[in-house]
């Protein structure tokens, strides 16, 4: 089993996603931790007690993360209407009989990669904060990850929470910028919105979620409806983002990679948080740029089956 670490913001397809994680048997989560995004980074951690109390996994420590931006940023605000006031379609779920762990979010990381040089994965699925901060603290933190997979950016799709910033690099793209420029001991997975906003589920998924077939299904179908209702397309499919980066872990072949230079804007204009991909062929090297490897494009027809299984089908 591969040990990974997901930091997230639960939100409604952090949901599903983490329910891929928990109940994977190629995956094995050794921890939690959390960040604003979708929604505060309290209520983030609430919700991700809430899903590994309902996934028969209290062992999984949560610590809690960022509650802001490390700079300055396009977006601050929570998209409710997307996720709903609690961040999970307002499904009204009570608090898991969990509590956080005491060791901040970017202490944790540090102290479980430290621990196993070389050996752990970390999965980001909201804004690169606690990264940013454990990378602030301890540079030669990255050579230690075994790989990174970072849910961000946009290399043609444009942006979803402005015209030019994907939602995760909206909220912190100072963020994205540091980890860009780590010395990671090999290049890490962007997935963005070119490979995620292919990836959806059909009407046929959420149906399927809809017959309460499996632990994972009962729990996501309320916020998956809500979630769907808000950003669904005119064909019934949803961007269901964080799944394809859990996903991609155990199933590299779900996405077409290209290793390509990356860049993000920082400087606060109308491109401000949009991720700049250099794309000529013959080209020196560009300042600012960091080669990572870019998911060009998803097989959806392996992206649905996933969730097919997951949700019982």
Known sequence: MLPVVIDTDPGVDDAVALWWALTSSALDVVALTTVHGNVDV???AANALRIVHAAGRPDIPVAVGEAGPVGPAPVTGFPLWIHGADGLGEIGLPPAPLAPVDEPARALLRRLVDARPGELTVVTLGPLSNI???LAEDPSWASRVRGLVALAGSVGAGGNATAAA??????????LATVLGAAWSAPPLLIGLDATHEATLSSAE????????TPAATFCDGPLRFY?????????????????AVLALEDPDVVQVEELPV?????GGAAWGA???DRRRVAPAT???????????ADANRYRAAARQLFGG
């Open 287 to 297: 300042e600012g740029f960091s080669r990572w490897c870019v998911a060009r494009h």
């Open 275 to 277: 991720t700049v991909v």
């Open 132 to 134: 940013a901060r454990v």
């Open 166 to 175: 994907e939602a995760n690099v909206a909220h912190d793209p100072i963020a």
């Open 206 to 213: 959420v149906a399927l979620c809809g017959e309460h077939r």
């Open 42 to 44: 309290d209520l983030a």
């Open 228 to 244: 769907r209702n808000a950003v669904g397309g005119p064909t019934g499919e949803v961007a269901c983002h964080d799944l394809l």
């Open 263 to 267: 860049a993000v804007d920082t400087a």
